[in-house]
């Protein structure tokens, strides 16, 4: 069976507040130096992708209201795929100036889909 939408939403939300705890109080050379927390960062980030990817399928409309869709999945595919290419500054630059945004997109949606349809 198909998670609602809202199921996907939640687990982007937690993943991404999951990388945001797990790169707190960090640099990017402790970062690096981490081959634990880039392992934890990247599976999360494998899950946002996922995520997304589902959320398009079963709901192409509120799918399409998240910025840049597209690449967060291609970075999933990255993830993947080319693991063994991954450039880990890349990674903690998207942690940092990409991820805040998209969560707060999904923050909102998930408001949206939490609020009580108004009949007229």
Do not use: C, T
Not at 12 to 22: H, K, N, S, T, V
Not at 23 to 51: H, P, T, W
């Amino acid at each position: 069976m198909p998670h609602e939408p809202r199921a996907y939403l939640w687990d982007i939300d937690q993943a991404a507040g999951a990388i945001e705890r797990f790169v707190k109080g960090l640099d990017s050379a402790a970062y690096a130096g981490s081959e634990l927390i880039q392992a934890a960062v990247e599976r999360k980030f494998e899950i946002i992708g996922e995520a997304l990817s589902q959320l398009a399928k079963i709901d192409p409309v509120l799918a399409a209201r998240v910025p840049r869709l597209r690449e967060i999945v291609a970075f999933r595919n990255i993830l993947i795929h080319g693991y063994a290419g991954v450039e880990q500054q890349r990674v903690w630059r998207i942690a940092h100036q990409a991820l805040p945004a998209l969560r707060a997109v999904v923050v909102d949606l998930l408001r949206e889909l939490d609020e009580p349809i108004r009949q007229n």
